[in-house]
């Protein structure tokens, strides 16, 4: 079962879907972890550990998702609240 998403996470997700494809065919991105948060694209890590452990530091009141870049019958979902 997946995690309740808020409205600001689930505008993330969609921003990362949106943008998905073109990301997946980057050979700097595929196969990495992004931070997404304000319909942006904050950070690519080459760790899903790296990318959260950015993200909870630098954004500890912010609503992100961290999101591996891989084809969409790839994907692997995590949700992972961010505690204020």
Same mark, same amino acid.
């Given at each position: 079962? %997946? @995690?309740?998403?808020? =409205?600001?996470?689930?505008? /993330?997700?969609?921003?990362?879907?949106?943008?998905?494809?073109?990301?997946?065919?980057?050979?700097?991105?595929?196969?990495?972890?992004?931070?997404?948060?304000?319909?942006? %694209? @904050?950070?690519?890590? =080459?760790?899903?550990?790296? /990318?959260?452990?950015?993200?909870?530091?630098?954004?500890?009141?912010?609503?992100?998702?961290?999101?591996?870049?891989?084809?969409?019958?790839?994907?692997?979902?995590?949700?992972?609240?961010?505690?204020?």
């Amino acid at each position: 079962m %997946l @995690a309740d998403l808020n =409205d600001k996470q689930n505008e /993330a997700l969609a921003y990362f879907e949106s943008n998905r494809d073109d990301w997946v065919k980057n050979p700097l991105f595929k196969n990495k972890y992004a931070i997404i948060r304000e319909n942006a %694209l @904050a950070g690519i890590f =080459d760790t899903f550990e790296a /990318a959260i452990t950015e993200a909870v530091q630098k954004y500890p009141e912010i609503d992100f998702i961290v999101q591996e870049i891989v084809s969409d019958s790839e994907v692997v979902n995590f949700y992972y609240p961010a505690l204020v």
